[in-house]
């Protein structure tokens, strides 16, 4: 008997990615309907930047089984999968709030402004202050 898979979108962090209220609080995001990623999506939500290892084992997961199922599920590693929703978050924050970058680095859980500097040029090609002022590059190519 030939085994088939059954095919299904994978979850990217723009599809659970909503945005902000007025206060800088996060909109609750869609559910997916997937119980795995609705969990994880809520960890990164609520602790933002931690190492994977501790995401698993919020989860209750050995992070063996943990990394293969974000894998499996949204076609990329947990540290990028974080790093894109933290992105898309810090982007919207420099776009939609007057916070200071700092406050937006404190907000967002980096140890300090230089670590979210750094971050931020890695994911995004350009420094938050300059991202602010409309300068707007990101690639996704690698």
């Given at each position: 008997m030939k085994r088939t898979t059954i095919p299904y979108k994978q979850i990217h962090p723009s599809d659970?990615?909503?945005?902000?209220?007025?206060?800088?609080?996060?909109?609750?995001?869609?559910?997916?309907?997937?119980?795995?990623?609705?969990?994880?999506?809520?960890?990164?939500?609520?602790?933002?930047?931690?190492?994977?290892?501790?995401?698993?084992?919020?989860?209750?997961?050995?992070?063996?089984?943990f990394?293969?199922?974000?894998?499996?599920?949204?076609?990329?590693?947990?540290h990028e999968w974080i790093s894109e929703y933290m992105r898309l978050a810090c982007c919207e924050l420099l776009e939609k709030t007057d916070w200071s970058v700092s406050e937006i680095a404190k907000r967002a859980g980096f140890s300090s402004i230089s670590t979210f500097s750094q971050f931020f040029y890695r994911v995004q090609k350009c420094q938050p202050y300059a991202f602010r002022k409309g300068y707007r590059y990101h690639s996704t190519d690698k």
């Amino acid at each position: 008997m030939k085994r088939t898979t059954i095919p299904y979108k994978q979850i990217h962090p723009s599809d659970v990615f909503v945005g902000f209220l007025i206060d800088g609080s996060l909109v609750n995001p869609p559910a997916t309907g997937n119980e795995f990623i609705d969990v994880f999506v809520g960890l990164v939500r609520k602790y933002k930047r931690m190492p994977v290892k501790q995401y698993a084992d919020a989860m209750g997961l050995d992070i063996h089984v943990f990394l293969p199922a974000v894998i499996a599920l949204t076609g990329m590693g947990a540290h990028e999968w974080i790093s894109e929703y933290m992105r898309l978050a810090c982007c919207e924050l420099l776009e939609k709030t007057d916070w200071s970058v700092s406050e937006i680095a404190k907000r967002a859980g980096f140890s300090s402004i230089s670590t979210f500097s750094q971050f931020f040029y890695r994911v995004q090609k350009c420094q938050p202050y300059a991202f602010r002022k409309g300068y707007r590059y990101h690639s996704t190519d690698k």
